[in-house]
């Protein structure tokens, strides 16, 4: 899917922020005792082996991944747009 030019900024940055946040969390999360303690422990008996399953966690490690490849492919694309006040401020460029 193509990007608009020039996107809105504050919209771009708050999606890179949420996807370093959701992917640290997805992909740390599920493997530390916080887990364990608050999520497996406070669930109902039903869904206690289901949450405890490494291939869910596993699964939830991937999203987390996902999330961080996409903040880092769209700090790539921000890095590598023109910026459109370099082009009108440079010498012999037209105002």
Known sequence: MARPK?????LRALFVVYA?????????A???RYW????I?????IARAFLAS???????????????WAAAS???AWRRE?????ASTAPGGTA
Not at 36 to 39: E, G, I, K, L
Not at 41 to 45: A, D, H, Q, T, V
Not at 82 to 86: S, V
């Open 20 to 28: 370093l946040e959701a992917g640290a969390f997805l992909t740390l």
């Open 74 to 76: 769209e700090i790539e």
């Open 36 to 39: 364990t303690a608050r999520v």
């Open 6 to 10: 020039g996107g809105n900024r504050l």
């Open 54 to 68: 490494p291939y869910f966690r596993s699964f939830l490690l991937g999203l987390g991944l996902l999330h961080l």
């Open 82 to 86: 023109p910026r459109r006040d370099a």
């Open 41 to 45: 422990g406070r669930s109902p008996e």
């Open 30 to 32: 599920p493997w530390s």
